[in-house]
């Protein structure tokens, strides 16, 4: 709709009927909410809640899904090696990869720890850990699929990890636990260690 102004009127004229705006201020609402919440002490109860829920999910991270225990050995290799996607170049220009060009991390890098993940729930497996954090003198990160992990650190007196969202197991294929990954020559190896009750 085109609204067509008399000669020599301006645009600050009133053209039709002015209301006032009736809507609550959204800002305004929002204080009163939290200043009543706050007054009944349910906005203390939320935060609680909120804090406890956080301190849970660090202690005890979401299990990954899928794992099972290893019931036998069992060995087999993953290639790191991958395509480059686009050309990367450093801070001055230079080609560091080109694209197209297959690149393995293990030609630049040497893994220096070996890697066991396990079920932090399962005493045989956290025995396993102990085991072979014993046998190769410290040399080993435990990272876990399950469990409690600041728990288990404390009770230990190590450092050990979680696989947050099972990213390091599916990246190396990995479905059953205890597994050893180790590097030997340009691949890893995952070794599957058999558990018995």
Sequence with gaps: ACVILPVGSSVAEQ??????????DMLDEIQKTLKEKEKSGELARLQKESIERAKKSIERPKPVTGLTR????RSFYY????????TVTDSE?????????????????????YMLFID????????KADALHAH????????????????LSRQRGRQIYFDQGGTLVRK?????????VSQEGKRLRIDELEIRP
């Design 15 to 24: 053209i039709g009927p002015v209301h006032p705006i009736v809507e609550p």
């Design 70 to 73: 290893a019931e036998r050995n």
């Design 79 to 86: 290639d790191p090696s991958f395509k480059v996607p686009k």
């Design 93 to 113: 220009g230079r080609v560091v990869a080109e694209a197209g060009k297959i690149v393995n991390p293990l030609d630049y890098v040497n893994m220096s720890q």
């Design 120 to 127: 932090g729930t399962d005493p045989l497996q956290v025995a």
């Design 136 to 151: 190769y003198a410290g040399n080993i990160k435990t990272i876990l699929t399950n469990g409690a992990v600041l728990e």
């Design 172 to 180: 190396l294929g990995i479905t059953k636990v205890p597994s050893l």
